[in-house]
Each structure stands twice: as C-alpha cells, then as structure tokens.
C-alpha cells in the first residue's frame, strides 16, 4: 500500500517568509510525528499527534513552529517568519494506534528546506 | 539527549555478516531497544526492536546482553544495498497510554564493500 508521503519535496524560500509543510500519513495510522534533520545528524523530534490533537510538542523549537491535522488523518507544519538556521529536512512519520505503545514508525521521504 | 553510544562508522565486505555495536548503560526496566537504518535522501526505516531477550527478524538479528546494558545489530550476510546510517535507540514502552518519539543519536554509517 501508499506510504507516508510529503509535500514539496524541496522547498526553497528567502529570509522571513511563511511555509507550510504537509505530510500524508499511511491510512488509518493515528498517530504522526514530525521530526527535523540537520546535515550529518539524526532526526530531532518536534511534534507527535495522536488523532487531532497534539499530544506531546515539546519538541517545536519556539513559537514560530506550529503544526495542525485537523481531522485526524493529514498533517501541515507552519513555520513563521522562517531564518537561515531553519534549513534542515523536515521527515514525517505515521503509527498505528499507540496503545500498545511500541508501535513501528513509518517515515516519509522528507521535505528538505532551504532559506536563502 | 540520545541514551545511546555507537561508533561513527564501520566498514563491513559484501556478503560479511555486519556486526554493530551500541551501548546503552543507563537503560531502564521499561526500555527497550530499537533499530531504525536511514539509506541516502530516504527517511528512517525501522528494523528490530528487543526488551531483554534476542530477537530475530527477516532484515537482522539483535543481540543484547544480559544486563542489558549493550546489545548488537547483525546482518548477517550484507549487501550493497546494507550501506546506510543505522541507529540504536532506547525508546520507554508506555503501555496503554501511546506513543513516545524516538531520540536519534548521531547512529554508525556502515559501510558495505564490494
């Protein structure tokens, strides 16, 4: 079946523009998390959803950051005002429902951003 | 922070069983053990996850000890395709009540030589 797919793939911006990054997670899959990768690092966790609501993100680096899924399934991550030091690849990832709490994620391929 | 420890890099031949270590010394009771390997321009893939006991799977096999304090990735014969970042992470099993991220370290770049 469809994976976890992201859009733009790329997404090249100036200096204190506003993005929006969106992530399609594998259907039925409740929960989502949203993680940033700097050149030669790891992921870094920023959000995790469980359904609609936010259910730990304390990850989000300040309150540029913010990320909706309104109903549940689809996933947009905003950021405001955007600085040189935001560039990173942006990955999303998708579970089952988290009960038995060690659910394999299911990553995207990632949106990388670029601010000139 | 990353409760983890791994080398950097390891270079392993084509066909070789590929061994890789991780130490994980301040892991809990209710942690377990995950492996996730990231190919070039591609998102995590997840591999193994062990508690205590080994655990063997279609992609690999995972070795911890019995403190539980180290453990060790095997594939047993690698390819070409094997050549990626692997990360070892300790993630804590929150039963009933979800989810918790994963806490990426740095991982180990494998890799594998024709």
């Known amino acids: 079946g469809a994976g976890v797919s992201q859009t733009p793939s790329n997404k090249v911006t100036e200096k204190g523009k506003y993005v929006e990054l969106r992530c399609d997670p594998i259907?039925?899959?409740?929960?989502l998390y949203w993680y940033r990768q700097s050149l030669g690092q790891g992921p870094e966790f920023l959000i995790y959803?469980?359904?609609?609501?936010?259910?730990?993100d304390s990850g989000l680096p300040n309150d540029r950051f913010f990320a909706v899924r309104p109903e549940g399934s689809v996933s947009t991550l905003k950021i405001q005002r955007t600085e040189r030091g935001d560039s990173a690849v942006y990955l999303c990832?998708?579970?089952?429902?988290?009960?038995?709490?060690?659910?394999?994620?299911?990553f995207g391929p990632g949106t990388r951003l670029t601010v000139l | 922070d990353a409760k983890t420890t791994q080398p950097p890099s390891m270079d392993c031949a084509e066909g070789r069983a590929a061994n890789l270590p991780c130490n994980h010394s301040?892991?809990?009771?209710?942690?377990?053990v995950y492996w996730y390997r990231q190919i070039h321009s591609q998102g995590p893939q997840y591999i193994i996850h062990?508690?205590?006991n080994n655990e063997t799977n279609e992609m690999a096999s995972l070795i911890i000890t019995e403190d539980r304090k180290s453990s060790t990735l095997i594939l047993p014969h690698a390819t070409l395709r094997d050549t990626a970042v692997y990360y070892c992470i300790v993630r804590v099993r929150l039963y009933g009540r979800g989810n918790t991220p994963l806490v990426f370290g740095k991982g180990t770049r494998l890799s594998v030589i024709a």
């Open positions: 259907s039925g899959h409740t929960a």
């Open positions: 301040t892991i809990s009771g209710n942690e377990y």
């Open positions: 959803f469980q359904g609609t609501g936010a259910a730990d």
């Open positions: 062990g508690l205590k």
């Open positions: 990832a998708s579970s089952p429902s988290g009960l038995a709490g060690d659910n394999e994620q299911f």
